[in-house]
C-alpha cells in the first residue's frame, strides 16, 4: 500500500503535494493543539473579537473605504495613531458572525474591527504588516489569541 501511496505523490506536481500536504495540517494542528477543541474552552487568553455590522457586509471595502474618507482625511496612518489597535503578533481564529459582536454603530469602533480584520492573515494578526481590504476579509469574523503565553 506504502508503495501505491508513494507512486501516487510522485506522479503528482509539486505544488499540489504541497498544499495538501502543509496548508491543512498547519491549520488543523494549530486548532487542535493551541486553541484546543471546539467545545471546550482554550487554553489561550483570548485579545480581541473582530467583525463589521451586517450592513457594511454588502459591499464592505467601499463602506469602510467611504468612512475612513469621512473620518481622517489624513489617510490610513492618522487613523493607525488614533485608534488602539492590539499590539504584537497574535493567533487568528475564523468563526461565524455573532449578533452581539457585528451590530457595533460608534463609526470608530467600526474603523478598529476594519483594521483589525485588514491586519489579520489566515493564521497571523501582526499590526506591523500591511494593511489590505478585501471582501472576504471584511465578511469574516475573527478572535485574537495571546499566543506568547501558551507555555506560561
Not at 3 to 28: D, L, Q, T
Request: hydrophobic share 35%.
Amino acid at each position: 500500500m506504502r508503495k501505491i501511496n508513494r507512486e501516487i505523490n510522485r506522479n503528482r506536481p509539486h505544488s499540489s503535494r504541497a498544499f495538501v500536504g502543509s496548508r491543512y495540517k498547519c491549520s488543523r494542528k494549530v486548532q487542535c493543539s493551541i486553541l484546543g477543541a471546539k467545545d471546550k474552552k482554550s487554553p489561550l487568553p483570548l485579545v480581541f473579537s473582530a467583525a463589521l455590522p451586517k450592513v457594511l457586509l454588502v459591499n464592505p471595502v467601499e463602506a469602510v473605504e467611504d468612512l475612513c474618507r469621512r473620518l481622517a482625511p489624513g489617510g490610513e496612518r492618522e487613523i493607525r495613531m488614533m485608534l488602539d489597535l492590539p499590539s504584537g503578533p497574535r493567533l487568528v481564529e475564523e468563526s461565524p458572525l455573532s449578533r452581539e459582536l457585528s451590530e457595533c454603530t460608534d463609526p470608530w469602533e467600526v474603523l478598529l474591527h476594519a483594521f483589525v480584520l485588514g491586519l489579520s492573515g489566515e493564521n497571523i494578526y501582526d499590526p506591523k504588516r500591511p494593511l489590505i481590504w478585501t471582501q472576504r476579509s471584511l465578511r469574516r469574523q475573527v478572535h485574537l489569541y495571546a499566543g506568547d503565553r501558551f507555555y506560561k
